[in-house]
């Protein structure tokens, strides 16, 4: 299909992720460094009409699914508006949360058609999930995956491993599926502006699979043909796991995806150095098109041309990119 969203190796994205805000309620230290975080200004993020804006444009030049992402896309004064809004496009929906507000928003999901829910979640244990989140709300979020399990939303928790913070963890979380219809996925670690990544601290994909063969009995899934995610099931369980292999076996050839940051800066990979100020153009009444087109011919093959293909070699020190948590992960 030829479209202003093909690029030079012929990957037609599809799939816009939108982040809502760079603020949160948590303060996962992996996500965002510990100090000198400077958040967005009010004035800077997009409103609700020039998010609708920019996204109808997208859904006209094919984008077939919305996430939205953050920080945490529901302190966003209004996320129920723009979810609301967002629903009426001929649209996949989705919605990646911090899972705390979750409970309030039960009936805007449904009317928006919205029927897929991911949670992160990186710790059962309550003191060391304190420790990562820097905040306290482990029963809430926990609640609330069950709750929405229980109204029939498909439900994927996601966990970043981490070597020696939580990766003795990853069959707990499997276990945790074994009643409930969750879909549980591990990431890699991936580097990002002041996020504490060495290339010893990730577990990888390989290495998340031989902590969970001696307690279970799992098989191969099929996956999809942009699936990030290596999806598995143990038998007899009603969920499924995954893990999604940015680091040790990046899914680039395939990648369909885009994202905006919350202040309107189009980003055509997770790892660009680059970004396009689609906002800035609107609000001065310019063309958005022929910026959207430039951004995606400038995409590299792989991991934003800028982390190395064996991620050992990669210095984090050297990227130059946001922290996760104003990218919109
Ligand atoms: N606040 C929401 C949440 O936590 O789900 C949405 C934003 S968060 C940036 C989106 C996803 O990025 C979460 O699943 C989070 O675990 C993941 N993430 C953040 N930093 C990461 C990192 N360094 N490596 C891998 N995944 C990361
Ligand atoms: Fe907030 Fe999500 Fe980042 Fe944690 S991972 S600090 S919840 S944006």
């Known amino acids: 299909m030829s479209s202003i969203l093909t690029d030079r190796f012929g990957r037609f994205h599809d799939y816009l992720r939108i982040s809502l805000t760079d603020a949160c309620n948590l303060r996962c230290q992996y996500c965002m460094p510990e100090e000198d975080m400077s958040f967005m200004t009010r004035s800077s993020l997009m409103t609700a009409d020039e998010l609708d804006t920019l996204a109808g444009?997208?859904?006209?030049?094919?984008?077939?699914?919305?996430?939205l992402t953050g920080g945490e896309p529901l302190v966003r004064k209004e996320a129920a508006e723009i979810i609301s809004r967002l629903g009426r496009y001929p649209i996949e929906l989705a919605i990646t949360t911090n899972?705390?507000?979750?409970?309030?928003?039960?009936?805007?999901?449904?009317?928006?058609?919205?029927?897929?829910?991911?949670?992160?979640?990186?710790?059962?244990?309550?003191?060391?999930?304190?420790?990562?989140?820097r905040r306290d709300h482990l029963d809430l979020v926990v609640r609330?995956?069950?709750?929405?399990?229980?109204?029939?939303?498909?439900?994927?928790?996601?966990?970043?491993?981490?070597?020696?913070?939580?990766?003795?963890?990853?069959?707990?979380?499997?276990?945790?599926?074994?009643?409930?219809p969750l879909?549980?996925?591990?990431?890699?670690?991936?580097?990002?502006?002041?996020?504490?990544?060495?290339?010893?601290?990730?577990?990888?994909?390989e290495q998340i699979l031989e902590?969970?063969?001696?307690?279970?009995?799992?098989?191969?899934?099929?996956?999809?043909?942009?699936?990030?995610?290596?999806?598995?099931?143990?038998?007899?369980?009603?969920?499924?796991?995954?893990?999604?292999?940015?680091?040790?076996?990046?899914?680039?050839?395939?990648?369909?995806r885009i994202r905006l940051t919350a202040d309107g800066k189009l980003k055509n990979c997770l790892f660009s150095q680059g970004e396009t100020d689609l906002l800035g153009a609107l609000r001065r009444g310019e063309e958005v098109e022929p910026l959207v087109k430039q951004t995606i011919q400038a995409k590299y093959?792989?991991?934003?041309?800028?982390?190395?293909?064996?991620?050992?070699?990669?210095?984090?020190?050297?990227?130059?990119?946001?922290?996760?948590?104003?990218?919109?992960?």
């Open 144 to 180: 609330n995956i069950e709750l929405l399990a229980e109204f029939g939303f498909r439900v994927k928790v996601n966990m970043v491993v981490m070597k020696g913070v939580n990766e003795f963890e990853v069959g707990d979380f499997v276990a945790w599926s074994k009643e409930l």
């Open 57 to 67: 444009l997208f859904v006209r030049h094919g984008v077939r699914k919305i996430r």
């Open 211 to 256: 902590l969970l063969t001696d307690r279970f009995e799992y098989n191969k899934l099929k996956d999809g043909p942009n699936d990030t995610a290596r999806a598995y099931q143990v038998k007899g369980y009603a969920g499924t796991f995954a893990v999604i292999s940015t680091m040790s076996q990046p899914f680039c050839e395939t990648c369909n």
């Open 99 to 133: 899972g705390v507000l979750v409970d309030r928003f039960l009936d805007v999901f449904k009317d928006a058609g919205l029927k897929s829910v991911n949670i992160s979640l990186d710790s059962l244990n309550a003191a060391l999930n304190q420790k990562i989140t």
């Open 301 to 329: 093959a792989r991991l934003g041309g800028q982390l190395s293909e064996d991620y050992h070699e990669t210095d984090p020190a050297l990227l130059k990119n946001r922290a996760m948590i104003s990218i919109g992960g």
């Open 183 to 205: 879909h549980i996925r591990f990431i890699e670690y991936m580097p990002f502006d002041g996020n504490g990544w060495s290339a010893a601290r990730v577990t990888t994909h």
